[in-house]
């Protein structure tokens, strides 16, 4: 009773509402399936048709099939695909899918580490297209309550590793930063080079967000765009000044730090019997040169 009433308020409140920003809304391209108006440099669009062993070699995976994960494990073993909507660039053709980590997230000798990330085919760790000129990298998340990450731990989502390993150009993070007690733990952060935030907003829980990041390597900038749901993305802030130097590449995926240690990557509490992810879509890099964005 109760929910059929208020599901008729809000539908009565729409019909009131609906004028000419509406419409205009619906115009600029209702989701899945806005267009993308630049070149795609990296697409990392799952296709409707790809099954879990596709990601497992180097013919049929739009990934790097051998990284960043579990000796282990295989990528057939770590991705789900979940009956979740398309995202905002997701049209009928792509499907969303899920990066999960588990106890056997280790990778190498990192111990203190649970993680597994996924590296576009095509991207190097030195000399990529990805990392010169200006580019935009495009993701959207949804909230996963069966597998939710405990975020009294920091998390890596996105980010863009240096080619000799030693620092990150930004961490797109949630959870509870290490040493930053003062930020909340249940918001999307980005963080600078220097793991400053420069921006941030609540994680929703029954919505797409979407996410793009553009990464001026001439200038040393970043800016960061975003939505929700279907909306068109909005500049979020200023291209703030960043050193994008060192070459490298995109990592995108799940990376949990532990907690009670000074040496998160070889030591520290985790939780056993671990069955975290994160829904990904409308991942794609672009070429953002003149300016060009896909909003
Ligand atoms: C989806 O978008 C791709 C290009 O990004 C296009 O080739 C394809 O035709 C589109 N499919 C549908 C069903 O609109
Ligand atoms: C979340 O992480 C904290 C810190 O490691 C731990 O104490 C707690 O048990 C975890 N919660 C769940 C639900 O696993
Ligand atoms: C980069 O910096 C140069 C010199 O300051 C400036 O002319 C140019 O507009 C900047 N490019 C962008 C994309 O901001």
Redesign the pocket.
Known sequence: MHSSTLFGLLAAAVTVTAGPAQRQRRACGAAPGAAIKCPVVFDGRVKTSAVPTDFDSYSTSIFNPDYVKGQNLKWSEILQFPSASNARFDNATYKPFEVTISDDSIFQTQHGFRRAGLQFSGDANSGSAGSKGVKTLHFSLKWDAQRAL?L??EYLNVWHEAGDYSSNQFNFESGAILGQDSLPKDTWKLLDRQNKQIWSTPIVKDEWQNFAITLDFDNNTLQMYYSKGADPLKSVTSAVSNDNSGDGQYQIGVLKKP?GTDDVVNSG?Q?SNLNEGLIYGSLFLEDSDKGCISL
């Open positions: 405990n009294s731990h907690t509490y939780e």
